[in-house]
């Protein structure tokens, strides 16, 4: 199998990892590599599984790349240590398209399409191949974790470990937990959070947890004010970093995050919640039915020169 090298804030390859050696995440896009890198970079062993062996191959190069700069960054002339981080998380990292090669193993994290069912085929697969040990949790930003994880058995060690994009920079980690979750599962979960240098909070398993239920009406919004002309995107973003202290405006976060993950986390919302704020937005399905993404695409409510 081909390997991956990871990224990420903590460099240290030694943590206390309270079980927690082998990880595999399923799902080799942006959201599913930078939890790949950040638990390489702790210093355990890592197999990322997605059926698409090109998205794999796309996801080397990119972090290849971008773990080289940042060995630069850290190391600035030492070669010789610029070469051994980049190797020692090279040699963590393995990858494949076959789910079996990433059965064995003490936690699975899913990052995969948000589309419930499946995710519920995936964890219910996982359910029986993985051995009794193996913790799964999902990386859902929306869906519940009750209804992901309807059809396992073992409820008692299944939960939600929802982290923010880019996983490498973000510092934030909200650990959700189901209905039937073991304190053992819920405290390896947090600890393991932890080693992978982030701070950990704790939610129940409602519709947003904490970020997503609370950033939803602030970015619907955004998008209604812009929609109606009451000012510019780039007045309305940076309204919101000089006047309340963000570090991004809500329109580029949309940007960023996905104009099509917007929509569809407002969709979500709104049938869980029934909270108007979460309504469709006419400029929002427009521009997501024109294939104006973000800057995954290019252009979004900016303009972004593809690399």
């Not at 003490?106 to 995710?119: G, N, P, Q, R, S």
Request: charged residues 25%; contains cysteine.
């Amino acid at each position: 199998m081909n390997k991956l090298i990871g990224l990420t804030r903590n460099f240290s390859s030694s943590s206390s990892l309270n079980g927690i050696k082998t990880v595999t995440v399923v799902g080799g896009g942006l959201m599913g590599s930078g939890i790949a890198q950040v638990a390489a970079q702790a210093g355990q062993n890592v197999t990322i599984i997605d059926v698409q062996p090109e998205l794999l191959e796309k996801a080397q190069k990119s972090i290849q790349a971008n773990l080289t700069r940042v060995g630069k960054k850290i190391y600035k002339t030492e070669a010789d240590k610029i070469e051994s981080f980049v190797k020692e998380s090279f040699d963590r990292i393995k990858v494949s398209t076959k789910l079996e090669d990433g059965a064995d193993v003490d936690l699975v994290v899913e990052a995969i399409v948000e589309k419930l069912d499946v995710k519920q085929e995936l964890f219910n697969k996982l359910d029986q191949i993985c051995p009794a040990h193996t913790i799964l949790a999902s990386n859902t930003s929306s869906i519940s974790i009750n209804e992901i994880g309807a059809g396992i058995k073992r409820k008692d060690r299944f939960g939600g470990l929802h982290f923010f994009n880019p996983v490498p920079v973000m510092r934030l980690l909200e650990v959700v937990k189901g209905d039937h979750i073991s304190e053992e599962t819920y405290q390896a979960m947090m600890e393991w959070g932890k080693s992978v240098g982030k701070t950990c909070i704790t939610c129940k398993d409602t519709p947003g947890f904490v970020v997503n239920r609370l950033l939803g009406p602030y970015s619907a919004e955004a998008i209604r004010m812009f929609e109606r002309g009451d000012a510019s995107a780039v007045d309305i973003d940076i309204a919101m970093k000089l006047g309340a202290g963000y570090p991004m405006g809500p329109l580029e976060l949309s940007d960023l995050t996905g104009l099509d993950n917007k929509k569809f986390i407002l969709n979500i919302m709104l049938e869980k919640t029934g909270n108007p704020v979460f309504k469709p937005i006419t400029l929002l399905d427009k521009m997501v039915g024109e294939g104006k993404l973000g800057r995954k695409t290019g252009e979004g409510f900016y303009k972004y020169e593809k690399k």
